[in-house]
């Protein structure tokens, strides 16, 4: 069987002849390599996390710290008893570190830094998490169990792990009588799954007092194994921004009746044609530096095929999309997302309704704006509207002022930027077989928030998570391996025992 040149097949798909171009785009596939930190690798200093750090985890585990939409239907017991608990689980941490709170239950701790004249960091988590009801689970989703080497529990993903990754660290260095070169903040949100106003609070509280961080680090991206275009080696995805979000409710209005005489534009039929066309059409696809160099980075560590088709994007983008665009978790990279999840119709099963509503989740890009996104919706209504014979006010687009809603993250640095070489340094010391690149986020987090006090804000868990893990996120069986949260730990002793270098 004849041997394909990855080359060649690009450039065929590209719609390029063989000759000069290929010759070019071969040298530049040659050279692609993987990234590396300017620095040297950064460590854990020799330390190991043991099982007494797992036990002190899972007693935050059992603290059922659920929030919820509508604040009257919250138990307010288990907040109450967050913070006790962490006293209990880390005592040497709440008595050295300096406690404000916000929104009753957000935390903001205070580490004091040999130089307070330094910019602090600060690192972030929650210890809110989603509710469990109607979800199947396989043990019970508050105890904390570990079967299979695994503890299953609500928060051992998002984002408990990372709150206690974060306190076992300090408590650890803190025995070493380790002092900090510049003040640590560490807030941890009672309500980020919810938009809850404990992070705004903060961040006008830090303001306020004149506190301008130097970098701010928050969940979001990890160690990801099982990464895109079938990279073997785990990743280590560095959110350097994250996508605005609104919720939008799509209107249809007709003369309603009796469901038995239908017409072709009765408000819920005239609804289902506007959303299918506002969610088969989200707009052009758009790569960005950080698109670029995130995609870098994997083709670096994918097949030649691969390799050929990122590091030439010059020629390739058309190609690249398309295959981007097979895949749900890069589409989302390089356009605005349209999710239709919740549609709303007659309150009777043979009563045609005057009113169907939608709701459209979306996730915009850093390169649109929320009323750029709200413009396109518009128009698809429009088209659909004109093609069905009726008026573009039969249907309207409008923002649901109910749910919080915020315009797209600034791009933090990452681009020879020392504090983004230094969380290199740190992923290379703990995690050396990964590889490190940055991307822009689907999700929201509380650390948006931040950019308005911080220019380098990045989304990055210092775990591993595998495929699996990350479609367990707010789902039934969430669960951490107990080796993924030990060497979780001791990145965070890493990150924080290395300060002295960062800046």
């Known amino acids: 069987m004849a041997t394909v040149n ?15 171009v290929a010759a070019t785009c071969a040298v530049r596939a040659a050279k692609m390599r993987p990234s590396a930190p300017a620095g040297a690798p950064l460590t854990a200093g020799g330390y190991a996390a043991g099982d007494d750090a797992v036990e002190r985890f899972r007693a935050l585990l059992r603290v059922p710290t659920i929030s919820r939409d509508d604040p009257a239907l919250v138990d307010r017991a288990p907040f109450e008893a967050w913070v006790p608990t962490l006293r209990e689980q880390y005592p040497r941490v709440l008595g050295t570190c300096e406690l404000t709170m916000f929104d009753e239950f957000g935390i903001l701790m205070r580490w004091p830094g040999a130089d307070p004249a330094l910019d602090p960091i600060v690192l972030m988590a929650h210890q809110d998490v989603v509710p469990t009801e109607g979800q199947e689970w396989a043990h019970d989703p508050f105890g904390a169990e570990i079967h299979g080497g695994e503890i299953w529990a609500r928060g051992s993903l998002d984002t408990k792990n990372i709150a206690a990754g974060i306190l076992e660290a300090m408590d650890v260095l803190m025995v070493e009588g380790f002092v900090p070169p510049r003040d640590v903040y560490f807030f941890s949100s009672n309500g980020e799954e919810v938009s809850g106003p404990a992070a705004r609070q903060a961040v006008a509280w830090l303001r306020e007092h004149g506190i301008h ?46 469901a038995s005489t239908p017409a072709d534009n009765d408000a819920t039929r005239l609804l289902v044609r506007v959303c299918e066309n506002i969610a088969a059409k989200p707009g052009k696809p758009r790569f960005t530096r950080a698109l670029d160099a995130t995609l870098m980075e994997l083709a670096s560590r994918s097949s030649a095929l691969y390799r050929a088709a990122f590091s030439n994007l010059w020629l390739t983008r058309p190609l690249v999309s398309q295959i981007m665009a097979g895949n749900s978790e890069m589409g989302a990279m390089i356009r605005t997302t349209y999710a239709l999840t919740q549609l709303e119709g007659s309150p009777a099963h043979n009563v045609l309704p005057t009113v169907a509503r939608a709701n459209f989740n979306v996730r915009v890009a850093p390169f649109e704006t929320v009323e750029d996104a709200l413009d396109r919706m518009r128009d698809r209504a429009a088209e659909v509207c004109r093609a069905s014979g009726v008026s573009p006010d039969h249907v309207s687009i409008e923002i649901d002022e109910a749910v919080p809603y915020t315009e797209p993250a600034p791009v933090s640095p990452f681009e020879d930027d020392p504090a983004f070489d230094y969380l290199h340094r740190c992923v290379a010391g703990v995690y050396p077989e990964a590889g490190f690149a940055p991307y822009v986020q689907n999700s929201c987090t509380d650390s948006r928030e931040f950019c308005a006090i911080c220019e380098r804000v990045y989304r990055f868990g210092g775990f591993i998570y595998s495929a699996e893990a990350r479609s367990l996120l707010h789902t039934a069986n969430e669960r951490i391996g107990v080796d993924v949260y030990k060497r979780g730990v001791e990145f965070y002793v890493a990150f924080l025992r290395n300060l002295s270098e960062l800046g």
Do not use: F
């Open 6 to 20: 990855p080359v060649a097949a690009v450039c065929a798909a590209a719609g390029v002849a063989a000759g000069a």
């Open 213 to 258: 961080p130097y970098l701010v680090m928050d969940e979001g991206g990890a160690v990801a194994a099982d990464a895109p275009l079938g990279v073997e080696e785990p990743v280590a995805m560095v959110g350097v921004s994250e996508k605005g979000h609104v919720d939008v409710t799509v209107t249809a209005r007709a003369d309603g009746g009796h």
